[in-house]
């Protein structure tokens, strides 16, 4: 790590209970408290800055591998809590010019003032690792103009009109970001105003042209200013789009939506005045049949190592820094990696894993994909059968599925948003299946089963690990009960509010409890073993919704049986 970890101090006025607790701590190498970190930053800068109080894990050999690829125009798409945006940041802060002088070799005044810059200095202080490439740093750090956008979107997109909108407010934040050119003496005066414009009154006043030049044109107001060329730096490409995917109203104008917003950045990427781009998304459906070079999560290529965590940097982060035990550490193991990519490679969820480390003792240890990852239409997916299956009879049950390579047309997008929203799609079974698990794929919620995975034309995918199994073992309980009628979650409590004041006799008891077990039953293991098989499996689903259910269940039964009583 760059940035040491500080153990927070105890507030414990006691300082016998504080010695006794601080004893037991060393003794079972596990955290006192719950550590108080910051872990919502996503600006490279501010995690610098904040003095161990969250662990910083070295990724910026990740600019090595950028400017040496030889690629002008680059796009690595990654689930979400990969670190996208904290890699864009990263590099905004190493290209961006930061002195009045010009950035030239010869100018010695240039590269004083550079050393005294804060990027530099953080970038130094921290000994990060690109910092020991001298040439690059020499060459790279500090002397571009650089624009640098997130498309992020996490409110709905329910019109075309919205979807615009979204547009024209990224091109604003792209121009608040250069206001001193409205005051550039090497712009003309329209420049300048045009400037102005941008920053004063953006929802009015503009044509469709001028949003989708919108990037292009302040590239080349930067390219006058500064008589360099330009880096673009673009978030969440596809943000807007993915949430134009979930709305059934606007089905008609995803196409349009999606050509906007990637017209943005091809408008731009292609210009003379543009030195490079640098692109992060979750898919590739907006970009592809471009000249722009795609790197998909878990591909074989040199960014893998940079979007997640790799075994090396687990060991070093819940071992090394945070002191956690060995079963720990398997268990963090478990539950966030089998990320594997095409040549074996495997990867570690960072977020889930920072929230686990931060107390790894916590109930509930399921994190990152509670609040960012819900599976887009899966409820609307169990309605076709070879989905289900391969669900239920496969994946659930830690066995591989192929899925037909490729990547998304657009075309095919929209037939994905139309299948999402439930609405009927007139195409196969298996061409249905191929592009939704294709999509899992994307989100994070399907790997690689091994180094082995790409076979015939096929990917062998797998679901990675417990945190993805408990989140699709939730959702089809929540489809179940949904199928039953049982829409929100106070009907369930004033149900079952009823049936606790209720007598029962024994044959009732027992086909009350079999008809509520149907609700819960999602993998076939359930009904097609036997109830006491269910109970002691060992292969990760203990911590299931319904395997949590049945063993309660069970117990229940049990005690019921014992002492003769059915009811209150």
Excluded at 86 to 99: C, K, R, V, Y
Excluded at 496 to 506: H, K, S, V, Y
Aim: with cysteine; proline share 3%; net charge neutral.
């Amino acid at each position: 790590m760059s940035t040491p970890l500080n153990q927070a101090e105890s507030d414990l006025s006691d300082s016998t209970q504080s010695s006794s607790e601080e004893s037991e701590h060393k003794a079972s190498n596990t955290p006192l408290n719950k550590r108080d970190w910051k872990l919502d930053s996503a600006n490279f800068i501010e995690l610098l800055e904040l003095n161990g109080k969250t662990p910083f894990i070295d990724k910026t050999l990740l600019i090595k591998e950028f400017l040496k690829s030889g690629k002008k125009r680059v796009l690595v798409t990654a689930p979400r809590c990969f670190g996208k945006t904290i890699n864009i940041s990263m590099l905004q802060h190493f290209l961006e010019i930061q002195t009045k002088e010009k950035p030239t070799d010869k100018n010695e005044r240039f590269q004083k003032r550079l050393q005294r810059t804060q990027n530099y200095k953080l970038f130094s202080e921290n000994n990060l690792k690109i910092m020991q490439e001298t040439k690059i740093v020499r060459k790279h750090f500090g002397r571009y103009p650089v624009i640098s956008v997130s498309f992020k979107c996490e409110s709905y997109v329910s019109s075309y009109q919205r979807a615009f909108e979204l547009c024209k407010k990224v091109i604003v934040e792209a121009f608040n970001q250069h206001a001193y050119l409205r005051y550039s003496p090497k712009l003309l005066p329209e420049d300048k105003q045009h400037c102005k414009r941008w920053r004063k009154n953006y929802l009015e006043g503009f044509v469709p042209r001028d949003v989708f030049n919108g990037l292009n044109t302040l590239a080349s107001y930067l390219y006058k200013h500064f008589e360099k060329k330009v880096f673009l730096l673009i978030d969440d490409y596809d943000g807007i789009i993915n949430q134009a995917m979930l709305r059934p109203e606007i089905r008609d104008r995803l196409k349009d939506i999606i050509q906007d917003c990637t017209s943005i950045i091809k408008n731009a990427a292609y210009e003379h005045y543009v030195q490079g781009v640098f692109i992060t998304g979750i898919s590739h459906m907006g970009l592809s049949g471009t000249s722009i070079n795609r790197y998909k999560f878990l591909g074989r290529h040199q960014f893998v190592d940079f979007y997640g965590l790799t075994g090396e940097e687990v060991e070093e982060l819940l071992t090394d820094t945070c002191g956690l035990t060995e079963e720990q550490v398997g268990t963090a193991r478990r539950k966030y990696g089998g990320y594997f990519s095409v040549s074996g490679r495997q990867i570690y969820n960072l977020l889930s894993l920072l929230e686990y480390a931060s107390d790894p003792d916590a109930r509930n240890q399921y994190y990152s994909w509670k609040n960012t990852g819900v599976i887009i239409g899966l409820e609307n997916a169990f309605k076709i059968a070879d989905i289900r299956e391969m669900i239920e009879r496969r994946l659930l049950l830690n066995r591989v599925i192929p899925v037909t390579t490729g990547t998304m047309t657009v075309d095919e997008t929209v037939d994905l948003a139309t299948l999402i929203k439930g609405q009927v799609l007139q195409k196969p079974e298996y061409y249905k299946s191929s592009i939704f698990f294709l999509f899992l794929l994307d989100q994070g919620y399907l790997a690689h089963a091994d180094e082995k995975c790409f076979k015939d034309g096929n990917y062998w995918l797998m679901l990675p690990n417990e945190e993805i199994r408990q989140v699709v073992v939730e959702r089809i309980i929540a489809y179940n009960i949904g199928n039953c009628g049982l829409k929100k979650t106070s009907y369930l409590r004033e149900y079952f509010a009823e049936i606790c004041e209720t007598r029962f006799e024994p044959r009732e008891f027992i086909e009350f409890t079999d008809c509520l077990s149907k609700c819960f039953n999602l993998p076939k293991f359930i009904t097609e073993s036997s109830t006491d098989a269910a109970f002691n499996r060992n292969d990760g689903y203990v911590d299931s919704g319904a395997s949590m259910y049945l063993t309660a269940r069970k117990d229940w039964l049990e005690d019921v049986h014992e002492s003769g009583h059915y009811g209150s």
